[in-house]
């Protein structure tokens, strides 16, 4: 039964130890799932006599008025032989053996953080004690509870010290050790109050009463005692510790408790309950409780640890990886964390992800509408047509075909392609950014590095752009091409040209009749809609060859090469990364160390079983 409290003990200073004991996690932590023992009770009640009759040593800070003023948690060690030490969790390693060493410690270390004032704090101080003396537990001393602020306290302190104590004990783990004077009214008692507060029913409340000895003379308290009246779900249990006297005379706690022992044996009141009653029987009596209590409570820690496990792994690599201490480390990072982002960014245009779809609408529907949208009127209007074949003359009519004027006229149709050619190109350029900018939201590893975030988003950005001015070249490249070389064959299938008519005496422009200018006319949009039909198929083609397909491959391939010749400091400074979730992740880190120990601590307790 002991490893089970050993447990408890080993977990509960592993949570102290990276200050993982509540309310500033916003995890539920494994403290708050350990059974404890809060030591709890009006100022001056005797709480931290108790505590130290239960160990059977005397280390406490003493005095009048408000003096434990932050948490203690005190965990006892049994060991089987050797000299009694102490050891606090701020000064690892350190082993006091003098005990009076360990009050000063307390004191200093209460000062550290409150300083030399009458100030509470709710961070805990924590202690191990190891003694073949004392049974395995855990207790926390907590500040006592009072009425009234003193001088040189803050008006709140009432209610500060009622709202930490009230933190620890309302956790349904925490066994209460309610702590009342007998020599007071228990009607009055601070430490009844408050813990039937948090347990109503008394499930988890030891009474403990003080001060028996101090009591009226005439009176007794055995109606508590012998649970007649302020019954609890558990005896209460009478304690005699050392008065103020005792302590000034340096009473020791072996004497202290044998005094105890002789004072319920020898008062004809308490005789009939002395094996029930003092710090010894109260030690055991926690003991035992403690122990069934964490056996109950084993599967419920068990499932705690692996869901808290579970979510912490996710936090983590919410987080991503921390950042590499050498240069080849950080750049490896950067690379790796680019590699992600390029590959969302492929996913979007793959299918995997939304968005590429864009790109295949601007070929079916942008191109199309924008190219029939092109009506060539002006270009061949019959005032056009017969201007521009009759200039390509020149000084001498064409005899069989105007072949010249057929290039001017084709020539100049074709080059209004190039709008809706540029307008093609500029859309998916537009796409592809918007692409970019969704990839970079979308990569998890860019979140934590503001600065390689935008590196990134620049770097992607300058490749569109040269892309898109690639494609640009490429595309009106292929209007060019048509314009320079016309297709034969569709002008020797053509009907010959035999009556041209016209009036030669008229304006120089007559020189053709209208139905002649109207066949050239409209043997030239023929021959512009069989290239717009090719152009229709080979534009998409270039621009998916110079933009899309290169964006898919090249990316960050001059980013990658710029980034091989920076130096380590230079690439700390794109992985600098927000502090806060810096410190997020070491914290996380520790936490999963922590819980991942507990895991292996418990399931070695229950295979021992
Ligand atoms: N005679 C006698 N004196 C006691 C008993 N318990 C405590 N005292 C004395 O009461 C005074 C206060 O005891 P503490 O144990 O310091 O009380 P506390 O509740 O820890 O005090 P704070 O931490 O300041 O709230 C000390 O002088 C003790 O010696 C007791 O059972 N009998």
Redesign the pocket.
Known sequence: MDTLINLVNKLQKACTALGDFGEESSLPTLWDALPTIAVV??????????LESVVGKDFLP?GS????RRPLVLQLHKIEEGKEYAEFAHLPRKWFTDFAAVRKEIGDETDRVTGRTKQISSVPIYLSIYSPNVVNLTLI?L??LTKIAVEGQSDSIVQDIENMVRSYIEKPNCIILA?S?ANQDLATSDAIKISREVDPKGERTFGVL?????MDKGTDAVDILEGRSHRLKFPWIG??????A??NQNIDMIAARRKEREYFFNSPEYSHLANRMGSEHLGKVLSRHLESLIKSRIPGLQSLINKAILDLETELNRLGNPIAADSGGKLYMIMEICRAFDQTFKEHLDGIRAGGEKVYGVFENQLPSALKRLQFDKQLSMENVRKLITEADGYQPHLIAPEQGYRRLIESTLVTIKLPTEAVVDAVHDILRDLVRKSIKETKELKNYPPLKVEVMNAAYESLERMKNESKRAALQLVDMECSYLTVDFFRNLPQDVEKGGNPTHSIYDRYNDAYIRRVGSNVLAYVHMVVGTLRHSIPKSVVYCQVREAKRSLLDRFFTELGAKEGRQLGKLLDEDPEITQRRQNTVKRLELYRAAQCEIDTVVWAK
């Open positions: 009770g009006g100022q001056s009640s005797g709480k931290s006599s108790v003493r008025g408000i003096v434990t001393d500040p006592g702590v004077p003080t001060k028996i000895d101090l304690v005699v510790n050392r008065s103020q005792d302590i």
